[in-house]
């Protein structure tokens, strides 16, 4: 067992777990927190696949930004209700049935896909050709990015506008 | 480790994804449940690009991550004025498109 | 020629001018009588041309034609119209146009109680009517023939249901117009059908074509056919002339007119301008003859039990009508346009006098009348003169037409017809005299009835004696002088045919017995007519009941083509409808089932888009 194979393990065990605690907690806010747990896991998985540069922008932009955007989503919305609101929902034995038969198909799929199991060796770091690529081939694609942050900025501003 | 189990890492978190979004009340558990099969839509993006050398999968990786954010922000912006306005969060009131 | 063939188109256009004078000036239409005088000056310049005309041009050229092109084309026009002049079509036309005259002129006397603009109508129609009728006969092709045999049609429908209030009246104008009409469709076929074959449909050249063997035999007897359905509708064969009798309703000049002389000679004249067509199908010929001699035969027995001196007269022109077809199937069509000649003048004579009695009396009904001779002499005279012509006694106008036809079906080989002929000629002689006898002779039934009888005005008597002696004068003429083969068309092979020498004494003996039997019934009441007519039991009773053709054929009719009907609306009502009805409940019902699948509801929706994610996803997977 070489360190990579152990350490992917290792993260695949976190990631699922905490993927599963994700869905299946009561406490709403407990859920957020198990997916900053899960967030994390994924940007080890980035190291893992030498994607150092997505790992940081998965743990700045996901594991920072997102969680605390959902956790003042919950406080704002839970905080006027004063109560904790159930989780249970009355579709778990379709969804469960439907997701175990996706899962089943994906799998299926995937293990009779003839798919390489060696990493090509890296001529440079993944950083390095990513800003080379991000700013000659995909420069486009990222001004693009930038309006539509921007449009989503003003859109977040005036749907959470206080009532006037 | 090689690309299958990357492959399959990320169908497990997918489904665990889409049962989240499926069976979770509250609203923002559904985004919770969104945030899940992105990111495993994202393991497979990058899983690929490092297994066929090309740059352009985690590049687009990027671009996903950047454009979840703003859905999220967004998202979240829809909750709490439903919430104003209807009082409420559940996924299961918020019917009145019902045919 | 030239300046007659101005008269004649002349004549065609002064009816036309007098009609749209009457339809577009309705102040000149309301005043009744003046519009009486205005389309009657019309009609006698038109006579007066005609006359002319025809003087000058004798009795034997070869045809003129005058054309328009109506619809121009290409290399010729699809369609023209003018006039066509030839002998026959002039002598034709004088018919009309004199028969025409003289019926507007009495009409201004027997329609003197009607109210103005209802009047004015009656000329309007009739200008129409002479107009079309004039543009039938000298039609150069059979396209300005058909449309003229359309508007002739719809003319005599709406002169029979003049008194349009009577309801028998607009029922016999409607059954008129049908019956004619499915005539008129067979004609139409057949038109068709010869432009098709032929390429062409101008008679000159039609002519050409059949005389000199350029027609394809096959088809041309289903078209011939086709034709003869026309005429037969037109001029009542039977089973067609059932509209005949009822279209007594209308006023006593029009059936002078239209049912007498012109519109049901249409068919005839039809079948003698195409005579040449017809030879090349002797079978048509031949069943034209049977069917001629049959209506005789069958008519003349009709109209022995009619007590109504119109119904008597109409019976009696279905009869010589049949009379006309017999000659022209036996092949020789000069002998039937011949007494179509006569016919026209003393039939137009008998339905005029008629008129002058039942206006005088105010009955229909010979039962009711009685010995008007006393009252009005004038009457009787000119009613006797026309009787003793249609019976056929030589020194007045039938005797020779009606010879010539029985030398024709005699030479023609057709025996049977010539038999059934015969008889008829019998029976004719026998009903119209009983006519007389009853009408003029005898004791008067209604004395009330009988005391205001007087001759009609001069206006209405003048007509009658200019009839009256031109049936006498055409009699004398051709009783002294054998018709040239001027009634025969120029190359016909036949020409006239010989009588043999027994024919003549024949035919004097047959009518006078009929006159005879028919003064020992109702003159000198001898034989008592009861007796006669429990003699012929049966016979009589079929007679009286019309044969039951109407009945068969409204029966027919309702029978078949009403529960055609019903069964189509039943159909219709549940199977069409049914159908429609199921599909639009179902879809309704389906409509109302899938909008349960619409909840509004976020989650759900998602789970519908994971479903077909699994399905794609499995048929991804399996089609490997």
Redesign the interface.
């Known amino acids: 067992m070489t360190l990579?194979?152990a350490a992917?393990w290792c993260l695949?065990i976190v990631?699922?777990g905490s993927?599963?605690a994700?869905?299946l907690t009561k406490n709403?806010f407990h859920?957020?927190l198990w997916?900053a747990l899960?967030?994390t896991g994924?940007a080890g998985?980035?190291l893992?696949?030498?994607?150092e540069?997505?790992a940081a922008?998965?743990l700045l932009?996901?594991a920072g930004?997102?969680i605390t955007?959902?956790v003042?989503?919950?406080v704002?919305?839970e905080r006027?209700v004063a109560e904790r609101?159930?989780?249970?929902?009355r579709?778990?034995g379709?969804?469960?049935l439907?997701?175990?038969?996706?899962?089943a198909?994906?799998?299926?799929?995937?293990?009779?896909?003839s798919?390489?199991?060696?990493?090509?060796a890296m001529t440079d770091d993944?950083t390095f050709?990513?800003g080379e690529?991000?700013l000659t081939r995909?420069a486009m694609?990222l001004e693009l990015?930038a309006v539509?942050?921007l449009a989503?900025?003003i859109?977040?501003i005036y749907?959470?506008r206080p009532?006037d | 480790m090689g690309l299958q189990g990357y492959l399959v890492l990320a169908a497990v978190v997918f489904c665990i994804g889409l049962f989240g979004v499926i069976t979770r009340r509250n609203t923002v558990g559904i985004l919770l449940g969104i945030e899940l099969m992105l990111n495993a839509v994202n393991i497979n993006l990058v899983a690929f690009s490092r297994f066929h050398g090309e740059i352009a999968g985690m590049v687009f990786t990027l671009f996903t991550i950047s454009v979840t954010v703003a859905e999220v922000a967004l998202g979240l912006a829809l909750v709490i004025l439903l919430f104003r306005t209807r009082r409420t969060i559940l996924a299961d009131h918020i019917d009145w498109l019902k045919g | 020629m030239t300046d007659a063939t101005l008269h004649f188109v002349a004549t065609l256009v002064l009816p036309i001018v007098a009609f749209l004078l009457l339809a577009l000036v309705p102040p000149l239409r309301r005043r009744g009588r003046l519009a009486g005088v205005v389309s009657l000056g019309f009609s006698v310049i038109g006579l007066g041309t005609t006359w002319v005309g025809w003087l000058h041009s004798g009795l034997d050229y070869e045809p003129i034609r005058l054309l328009v092109s109506w619809l121009p084309s290409y290399r010729r026009p699809l369609a023209s119209v003018g006039v066509l002049i030839d002998p026959a079509s002039t002598t034709m036309l004088l018919l009309v146009a004199l028969v025409s005259c003289l019926v507007q002129a009495y009409s201004l006397g027997y329609l003197r109680e009607e109210p103005g603009p209802s009047l004015g109508r009656y000329y309007a129609y009739q200008s129409l009517f002479a107009f079309s009728m004039m543009g039938l006969v000298l039609a150069p092709n059979l396209l300005q023939l058909f449309i003229c045999w359309e508007l002739v049609g719809l003319c005599s429908y709406l002169l029979i249901g003049f008194w349009y209030q009577k309801p028998e009246a607009a029922r016999a104008a409607v059954k008129a117009f049908w019956t004619t009409k499915a005539g008129d469709v067979g004609l139409l076929i057949g038109i068709v059908l010869l432009w098709r074959h032929a390429g062409t449909l101008e008679l000159v050249d039609l002519r050409q074509m059949a005389e000199s063997g350029a027609l394809a035999p096959a088809g041309l007897a289903l078209i011939t056919f086709c034709i003869y359905l026309g005429a037969a509708g037109k001029s009542a064969q039977f089973p067609f002339h059932i509209w005949l009798p009822d279209a007594m309703e209308g006023p006593t000049p029009v059936s002078a007119l239209i049912h007498a002389a012109t519109m049901v000679t249409a068919g005839v004249y039809l079948l003698f301008r195409t005579e040449w067509l017809f030879a090349l199908t002797p079978g048509v010929l031949s069943l034209v003859g049977w069917v001629g001699a049959g209506t005789a035969l069958m008519a003349a027995v009709l109209a022995c039990v009619q007590n109504d001196i119109k119904k008597v007269l109409a019976y009696s022109t279905v009869s010589q009508l049949g009379f006309m077809m017999t000659a022209i199937g036996a092949g020789f069509a000069g002998a039937g346009f011949f007494h179509l000649l006569t016919h026209g003048i003393f039939k137009a004579l008998l339905f005029l006098g008629a008129g002058a009695v039942i206006h005088a009396v105010g009955t229909n009904d010979i039962f009711k009348m009685g010995g008007l001779a006393r009252r009005m002499p004038q009457t009787a005279t000119v009613f006797i003169i026309g009787t003793l012509s249609l019976a056929g006694i030589p020194a007045f106008a039938g005797f020779l037409s009606k010879d010539e036809i029985l030398a024709a079906v005699w030479a023609g080989g057709l025996t049977a017809p010539f038999v059934m002929l015969v008889v008829a000629a019998f029976l004719t002689a026998f009903y119209m005299f009983r006519v007389v006898f009853l009408t003029f002779f005898g004791a008067p039934a209604d004395h009330h009835g009988e005391a205001h009888a007087h001759d009609g005005p001069v206006i209405m008597s003048g007509p009658l004696w200019i009839l009256a002696v031109l049936s006498m004068v055409i009699g004398v003429y051709f009783t002294l002088h054998h018709p040239a083969p001027e009634f025969a068309p120029a190359a016909h092979r036949g020409g006239l045919p010989e009588t043999p020498g027994w024919l003549t004494p024949l035919a004097i003996i047959v009518a006078s017995s009929g006159i005879v039997l028919s003064w020992l019934t109702y003159g000198r009441r001898a034989i008592s007519a009861d007796a006669l007519a429990a003699a012929f039991g049966p016979i009589r009773h079929a007679a009286l009941a019309r044969f039951w053709i109407d009945d068969a054929i409204a029966g027919v009719y309702r029978g078949g083509l009403l529960s055609g009907s019903r069964v189509i609306g039943w159909v219709d009502r549940y199977i069409v409808d049914g159908l429609l009805n199921v599909i639009s409940a179902w879809v309704v019902v389906a409509g109302d089932r899938l909008r349960l699948v619409q909840t509004g509801r976020v989650q759900d929706y998602m789970y519908s888009v994971a479903l077909g994610l699994l399905a794609l996803v499995i048929w991804m997977g399996w089609s490997r």
Do not use: K
């Open positions: 990579s194979v992917f695949a990631l699922v993927a599963l994700v869905v709403l859920s957020v997916l899960a967030l994924t998985l980035f893992t696949l030498d994607a540069f997505l922008v998965q932009l996901y930004g997102v955007i959902v003042f989503a919950i704002v919305t006027l609101i159930t989780q249970s929902s579709r778990i379709a969804g469960a439907l997701a175990a038969t996706l899962l198909a994906l799998l299926r799929i995937i293990t009779r896909a798919v390489t199991e060696v990493r090509p993944t050709r990513m690529t991000l995909h694609s990015l539509l942050l989503s900025l859109g977040a749907f959470a009532e």
